[in-house]
C-alpha cells in the first residue's frame, strides 16, 4: 500500500515538473529579452543615422511624400509647364518651349527660369534643398544636401561618401549657391546662428573663387510658427536672414533673397509653395526659388 502512495507521488512530481519551469527562469529571459531589443534599437539608429552627434540642431522631416501640384491656372503662371515635378530636362522648365531660348526669366512670370543656367552649379543645403533633385529641377550632381544639415556640420558631414570639400573639388562648378540655417532657428541665440554660417560662407570663398551666392531662408507658415513641433517663428527668421545678407556682402558673395518672393499678403511661406508641414517646399516654390536666383545673376 505504501508503495503504490509513493509511486502516485513519485508520478505526481515528475508530471508537474515535467518542463522545469519556474518564474525565476520565466522573469530571466524577459530581462534578457529586453536587453536584446535594447541593443538592437540603439544599433539600429547609428547605422540610420539618429545619432544626436551627428548634429547640434534638430533635423527637419525628410521630404518622403510629394503633394500633387496644383493645376496651372492656380500657380503662379498659368502659362507655365514647369509646375509639375519632373524627371527630365525638358519638364524643369518651360523656358526651353520658348522660340527665342533665352537665358533671362520673364520678369512678369517668376516661375521660369532655364536649367542650362544652373548646369555648372553647385548646391549646397538641408532637406529643403534636397528637394531640387527629388523633384527632378536639378540632376543629382548639383546637389550636396543632406536632412539636418546645418552651418555647424557642413564641412564635418559626409553625404555619398564626399564632404563638401571634395564635393567641390570633383565638380569643379562655376558657382555655387547655399542655402543653410532654418535647421537651428529657434533653438538657439539667432546671432550665434548667423554667425556660425557667416563662418561658412568665409571657408567656401577660401576654397572657391567663383561666384559664390548665398539664398535666404525661406519663411515659415502661420500654422508651423504655431505647432509644438519646432521652435520656428517668423521673426526669427528675419532676424537670420538680415544678418547672413551682412556675413554675404562682407566675403564677397551674391545674396539673393526668395523669401520675399514665397510670402503671402501675411508675411507668412504661402500656401501655395509651402509643403504640409509649413517649411518644406511644394515644386512650385523650386521654380519660384531657381527663377529668382537667375534673375538675379543676369540682370
Known amino acids: 500500500m505504501d508503495a503504490q502512495e509513493n509511486g502516485k507521488k513519485d508520478n505526481g512530481q515528475k508530471k508537474e515538473n515535467r518542463f522545469s519551469i519556474h518564474a525565476s527562469t520565466i522573469f530571466r529571459n524577459l530581462i534578457f529579452l529586453m536587453i536584446i531589443c535594447v541593443a538592437v534599437y540603439f544599433t539600429y539608429s547609428v547605422i540610420s543615422g539618429k545619432s544626436t552627434e551627428e548634429s547640434s540642431e534638430p533635423p527637419f522631416t525628410p521630404v518622403t511624400e510629394f503633394v500633387s501640384m496644383p493645376e496651372p491656372a492656380t500657380e503662379p503662371d498659368a502659362d507655365s509647364s514647369a ?6 530636362e525638358d519638364q524643369t522648365t518651360s523656358s526651353d518651349q520658348q522660340d527665342d531660348s533665352s537665358s533671362e526669366p520673364d520678369d512678369t512670370n517668376p516661375g521660369e527660369y532655364d536649367a ?26 548639383n546637389v550636396f544636401a543632406q536632412q539636418g544639415l546645418a552651418p555647424s556640420t557642413l564641412f564635418s558631414t559626409e553625404i555619398d561618401g564626399k ?114 508641414d509649413g517649411i518644406h517646399f511644394m515644386g512650385t516654390a523650386y521654380q519660384v526659388m531657381l527663377s529668382t536666383i537667375q534673375s538675379a545673376l543676369t540682370d
Open 116 to 141: 542650362e543656367f544652373f548646369s555648372d552649379t553647385l548646391f549646397i543645403g538641408d532637406s529643403i534643398s534636397t528637394g531640387l533633385s527629388l523633384y527632378g529641377f536639378l540632376d543629382a550632381d
Open 163 to 276: 564632404t563638401c570639400e571634395s564635393a567641390i573639388a570633383s565638380a569643379t562648378p562655376e558657382r555655387i549657391v547655399v542655402m543653410l540655417g532654418s535647421n537651428g532657428i529657434g533653438y538657439g541665440p539667432t546671432e550665434d546662428l548667423a554667425s556660425s554660417m557667416g563662418d561658412c560662407i568665409k571657408t567656401l570663398r577660401s576654397l572657391f573663387k567663383g561666384e559664390l551666392v548665398v539664398v535666404s531662408i525661406p519663411p515659415i507658415t502661420m500654422e508651423a510658427e504655431a505647432s509644438d513641433d519646432n521652435m520656428l517663428t517668423l521673426s526669427a527668421v528675419k532676424e537670420y536672414n538680415t544678418l547672413v545678407e551682412k556675413y554675404t556682402k562682407e566675403n564677397d558673395a551674391v545674396y539673393v533673397d526668395i523669401y520675399s518672393e514665397l510670402t503671402d499678403d501675411s508675411g507668412y511661406f504661402s500656401t501655395d509653395y509651402a509643403e504640409r
Open 83 to 88: 509646375g509639375q515635378p519632373a524627371a527630365s
